[in-house]
Structure formats: structure tokens, C-alpha cells
């Protein structure tokens, strides 16, 4: 008889718990969307993911001079990339596109210009 009551206030704990636990975390998106504390979170992961390659190397990598056109790194990027799916290099077409990806950052960067 212990037992089942033991058992039963441990059921009914777990799913106190459970729904505490979900209240919280939806209160907690909330907040972080209200702040933009979201949005931040998710640029400073994409800089992060960014940063590992420099911008003169992913000018390096895809070919493309210092003054080189979005059209001009867009070109020499599918090029690239095709290239490299065919011939079965994995590793090159990943560097190919994370050079596209710094740059495509870079780009947009400078278009925004500097914020005060």
C-alpha cells in the first residue's frame, strides 16, 4: 500500500515537474524574442561560423581579385562548385562554399555600412 502511494506522488511530481519545466521554457523564448536576444544569438553563431576563414583567403580559394563584383565571385564560385561535384571532392566544394559564405558576408557588410 506504501508502495503505490510512494509510486503514485512520484507520477504526479514528474508531471508537475514536466509541465513546469515546458511553462518555463516557452516563457523563456518569449522573453528572448521580445528582447531579440534570439536574433543576436543567431548572428553572433553565424559570425562564429564565418570567422574560421579569412576574407583574403576565400578571395585565395575562389580566385576572384580584391575588386571583384558580387556577379564576378558568383560566377567563379559555380564554377567551382560544379567542378568539384563532379570530380568527387567533397573537401574543395566545402571550402569552395564556406569562401562563397565569407565573402556573401563580407559583401553585405560593406552594404549596410557602418552602424553608430
Known amino acids: 500500500m506504501a508502495a503505490k502511494i ?10 508537475i515537474m514536466a509541465r513546469a519545466l515546458v511553462q518555463a521554457y516557452r516563457q523563456a523564448i518569449q522573453n528572448a524574442s521580445k528582447n531579440g536576444v534570439a536574433q543576436e544569438a543567431m548572428n553572433n553563431t553565424i559570425r562564429r561560423a564565418s570567422k574560421n576563414l ?4 576565400a578571395r585565395q580559394i575562389l580566385g576572384v581579385p580584391e575588386g571583384a ?4 565571385i558568383l560566377q567563379k564560385y559555380d564554377t567551382l562548385f560544379e567542378r568539384n561535384a563532379k570530380q568527387g571532392s567533397f573537401y574543395l566544394q566545402s571550402k569552395v562554399h564556406r569562401a562563397k559564405e565569407c565573402l556573401e558576408a563580407a559583401y553585405q557588410g560593406k552594404a549596410q555600412g557602418p552602424t553608430a
Do not use: D, Q, R
Request: no cysteine; aromatic share 6%; glycine share 12%.
Open 6 to 15: 510512494l509510486a503514485n506522488l512520484i507520477v504526479m511530481g514528474s508531471g
Open 54 to 57: 579569412a576574407e583574403p583567403e
Open 69 to 72: 563584383s558580387w556577379e564576378e
